[in-house]
């Protein structure tokens, strides 16, 4: 076993509703959404108009300055919509599936291990599964003319009421090392895979060959691939690294082995206000309403979730789920306020300091609402961003640098490498309210543009 790499610094969660490991295949959902907004920095072009009738692979849309890099449709069907917003910016396009057996685009069966770096790559970005490849820094997708140091994969995820990667993926060992087998021509080094420490590994990871094992083990964000990336092979100004999602991967398997997009993974559905937290198979895109309906509470006014609490998106009943999402999450809103909450003794309430007498009770599991519990205000230096973050990052420097407009600032505090999600425990505990993840994708949008 390789070296364990313990994370200190981080903060567990402990939310009500973890998802039972009970697997349901959902059948088709009636309409499917692919959201340009998904994609940071996207500037999407339509490449279909409403009453197109489309293949599981089709183009709907694809890159207006990297043409080649084109978003395909999850399902066989109708485009029965092309949602739109300010300046009449592409928000959605919803296809209706048809019904009977799904009609898949064929791209034609590859072996991986034969091909040229130039056709894999060629084959991932006219099936539309080149977007599942994203980049560090800034965590956009990534640009299929570079060439990264090294691809990085986090097999386990630490947030809060997160999937356990390990059951979803089991039995896919074959279509796994399938993906391995294409991403390894990427990249000019190794491919990572970072692992839990405190358990044995699945057999899809464990037995995955041309990869090097990384374990790790401490509290969140110890699954974050950001902080993997820090503590194993760190992005200096310059470099690029590639990361994906093991259920992504497994796409890209399938691609090779199939020929075919299947956009098919395994979702759980979580939080304090499911009826039954279950995981659910279905395909990318689908409508949330599928999988919600009638296992919610629906006493109370509800946060609905595509992804964790911290770095999630939030959408209503009729939203879709988002491309990289793994995880719904059903919380109350925070739209209640209590009188005086600030000298109740807080035994209900989670808490990253010694604020409350739950702080006794390290077993406890909490039913928390969107509430922000105070009002913003300017930072107060208390020392709890950096107890969070295990970089060597100075959280409020950087993120004062940002505001400040400050580019040169950005660089020498540690902007290449970290994302929303590194920043997000941040955000969390802020005794300020302070937006850190908001602020953090505008420095990066900055980045971008003064060296693009």
Known sequence: MSKVIKIKRGLNIPLVGEAERVLIRLEKAKTYGVKPTDFPGLVPKLSVQLGDMVKAGTALFHDKYRPDV?????????????????????????????????????????????????????????????????????????????????????????????????????????????????????????????????????????????????????????????????????????????????????????????????????????????????????????????????????????????????????????????????????????NKYELFGWIAPGINKHSASRTFFSKLLPGKRFRLDTNIHGGRRAFVLTGLYEKVLPMDIYPVHLIKSILANDIDKMEQLGIYEVVEEDMALCEYVCPSKTEFQEILRKGIETMIKEFS
């Open 70 to 334: 084109v978003f395909t449709s999850p399902v066989s069907g109708e485009v029965v919509e092309i949602r739109r917003g300010d300046r009449r910016a592409i928000l959605e396009i919803v296809v209706k599936a048809n019904e009977g057996e799904m009609e898949y685009h064929d791209f034609g069966a590859l072996d991986p291990k034969q091909l040229t770096r130039d056709k894999v790559i060629s084959q991932l970005l006219v099936s539309g599964t080149w977007p599942y490849i994203r980049q560090r820094p800034y965590g956009i997708i990534a640009n299929p003319a570079d060439t990264p140091k090294a691809i990085f994969i986090s097999c386990f995820d630490t947030a809060p009421l997160a999937p356990d990667y390990d059951f979803a993926i089991q039995g896919e060992e074959q279509v796994f090392q399938a993906g391995i087998d294409a991403l390894s021509h990427l990249a000019a080094g190794k491919i990572h895979l970072g692992l839990n420490a405190d358990y044995a590994p699945a057999a899809t990871f464990a037995k995955a060959k041309g990869v090097d094992f990384h374990y790790f083990t401490g509290p969140h964000p110890a699954g974050n691939v950001g902080v993997q990336i820090h503590h194993i092979d760190p992005i200096n100004k310059g470099e690029v690294v590639w990361v994906v999602n093991p259920q992504d991967v497994i796409i890209i398997g399938r691609l090779f082995l199939k020929g075919i997009y299947d956009a098919s993974r395994v979702v759980a559905l979580v939080g304090s206000e499911v009826l039954k937290p279950r995981y659910y198979k279905l395909i990318s895109g689908a409508a949330v309403e599928s999988i919600i309906d009638k296992n919610v509470n629906t006493e109370n006014d509800l946060r609905i979730i595509s992804g964790n609490v911290l770095t999630g998106t939030r959408i209503n009943r009729l939203d879709y789920l988002g491309f990289y999402d793994n995880l719904i999450t059903v919380i109350p809103e925070g």
